[in-house]
Antibody, heavy 120, light 107 residues
């Protein structure tokens, strides 16, 4: 059974950093690109970033470029999102998501989500 | 960025009714279109991909259609468990973008 379990969320002050983790199991992690998608409270979904199966390529939405870094450790089957210079508008539930297939694919598995609140 | 305009924003329907939700892309997305269902407090679930392919395990009362810039999700014979918010998503180009969602309630 595919499982994606996020951790690392919580309350953080504006300008500070936070690192999210997503532990994957039930599939061959290093065969799949992986992504982070967020959802602000009572709002819609926003794609944040994607990393290729081998970590060689990364893609970001403009609003997080230069502040967020997506990475992965295939030996540990774990996906990460390092979030620096956090802003109040980054407050959201962050989901780890696996695509149905690599490149140009919807997401068929999602984690339960982890809440990040940016506030002083 | 490709803008996804979803309509209606909310919808009230009766059990057994047929429901249609529309999604308009700001440019041709070549059927790289997915539909998700999200229930309160839960993660999104993939229903339809490639505009009209039913994801494994999804009831056949859900169907998708469309091409180019216009797409739709149809729910036949509405069930109580279909009460949720539905989102469309394009994955033709980065940044992947989602529609604002359609909240479906029972009348």
């Amino acid at each position: 059974e595919v499982q994606l379990v996020e951790s690392g969320g919580g309350l953080v002050q504006p300008g500070r950093s936070m690192k999210l983790s997503c532990a994957a199991s039930g599939f061959t992690f290093n065969n799949y690109d992986m992504a982070w998608v967020c959802q602000a409270p009572k709002k819609g979904l926003e794609w944040v970033a994607t990393i290729s199966y081998d970590g060689s390529s990364t893609y970001y939405r403009d609003s997080v470029k230069g502040r967020f870094t997506i990475s992965r450790d295939n030996a540990k089957s774990t996906l990460y999102l390092q979030m620096d210079s956090l802003r109040s508008e980054d407050t959201a539930t962050y989901y780890c998501a696996r695509p149905l297939y690599n490149y140009g694919s919807p997401f068929d598995y999602w984690g339960q989500g982890v809440m990040v609140t940016v506030s002083s | 960025d490709i803008r996804m305009t979803q309509s209606p924003a909310s919808l009230s329907a009766s059990l057994g009714e047929t429901v249609n939700i529309e999604c308009l892309a700001s440019e041709d997305i070549y059927s790289d279109l997915a539909w998700y269902q999200q229930k309160p407090g839960k993660s999104p679930q993939l229903l339809i991909y490639n505009a009209n392919s039913l994801q494994n395990g999804v009831p056949s009362r859900f169907s998708g259609s469309g091409s180019g810039t216009q797409y739709s999700l149809k729910i036949n014979s509405l069930q109580s468990e279909d009460v949720a918010t539905y989102f469309c998503q394009q994955y033709n180009n980065y940044p992947y973008t989602f529609g604002a969602g359609t909240k479906l309630e029972l009348k």
